[in-house]
């Protein structure tokens, strides 16, 4: 076993029992090596990862600024995988390239205010695209979508790919333009986005109908839920738009609350695992895939943890799927 792969762990007096388990050493995601220091990031990794701690955008119910510990945390029962995984389902190993993730742990956000977090977050996901590794960022609540896609702006069609059960296009509440319920309004803005799909709508949220009809005027493909368990994913699938890029973003809250119910705005009648796991693994197929975030993991709302199971889940399967098909 490569030992060095792995920042987090100590030595073993012995070589030939060297165990890693999950329970041990500092929890970075799946206890891959880290590198805080942004500045001093260097070249050669496939995929980094970039917490971003911030919940003050939330309309509802806080919590996700927990959401990257609780998310790494969860994410260390895989920590084996980064050596190689044999996927017994689609009989394929992934990560048995020497692939390479690291954790750069997470952007310095303001107590109050929105400004700061979310300057810090654009020039952090910068650094990392400088670095020429795909950004996987773990939020926060929803609103952290904003200074992430921000940061791809010298990228042309950028197709998003949105998984949530809230439309989040709402134009501003009151005056405040940047809450987790506008996002996707505010990437339709710029000028490096293009299509966008929104798959797993439905239930009461803050985008009314008006948002709706905007939202398709746009040439945004809203899928709800109810449609994904309808038609099955492989004709949904086939609904992606053809694009240069994508970036794929999942609001926790795309998935039903009964498997998934740490999260600030449930919303029963969700997605289910296998659905959006599928569904990423087309839109990495497609195409080109420039960035990835997932939001709203509020660990406080589950005892259980396994909100957090779920989404380190789906971002590893992301990985997963990325580094075998770029
Ligand atoms: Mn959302």
């Known amino acids: 076993m490569e030992l060095n792969r792995n920042a987090n762990v100590n030595y073993s007096t012995n070589p030939n029992n060297f165990f890693n388990l999950p329970f041990t050493g500092i929890c970075s995601f799946m206890k891959t090596e880290i590198c805080p220091r942004l500045d001093e990031l260097k070249e050669g990794y496939d995929i980094a990862i970039l917490g ?10 806080s919590g996700a600024r927990f959401g990257p510990r609780g998310v790494r945390e969860a994410s260390t029962i895989n920590c084996d995988g980064l050596y190689g995984m044999y996927d ?5 190993y992934f990560l048995d390239k020497g692939e390479k993730i690291i954790d750069c742990g997470d952007v310095d956000v303001s107590p109050c205010g929105y400004e700061q977090a979310f300057e810090n977050c654009t020039a952090a996901v910068r650094k990392i695209l400088e670095k020429k590794a795909v950004p996987v ?35 501003s509440y ?15 803005e710029m000028k490096h986005v293009g299509k966008m799909m929104q798959i797993g709508l439905r239930g009461l949220g803050s985008s009314g109908r008006s948002d709706f009809e905007e939202a398709r005027a746009y040439g945004s493909l ?17 609904m992606i738009p053809d694009a240069k890029n994508y970036y794929i973003t999942v609001d926790i809250d795309g998935l039903d609350p009964s498997i998934c119910p740490g999260t600030g705005s449930p919303q029963p009648g969700g997605l289910l695992y296998q659905q959006v796991s599928d569904l990423i693994e087309a839109v990495v197929k497609k195409g080109n895939v420039v960035g990835f975030d997932l939001a709203e993991v509020a660990p406080a709302y589950d005892p259980c943890g396994q909100t957090s199971l779920y989404a380190a889940q789906i971002i590893l399967d992301f990985i997963c799927f990325y580094t075998k098909n770029r």
């Open 52 to 61: 971003m701690p911030f919940d003050i955008a939330a309309s509802a119910r």
């Open 88 to 92: 017994p389902v689609r009989d394929a």
């Open 137 to 171: 960022v773990i939020g926060g609540d929803h609103s952290i979508t904003i200074p992430v896609i921000r940061a791809f702006s010298d990228f042309e069609d950028i197709c998003v790919i949105q998984f949530d059960a809230h439309l989040d296009w709402t134009k």
């Open 174 to 188: 009151g005056e405040f333009i940047y809450s987790h319920s506008s996002p996707m309004r505010r990437a339709s």
């Open 222 to 238: 809203l899928v709800s839920a109810k449609e994904v368990h309808e038609k099955g994913v492989d004709k949904i699938a086939r």
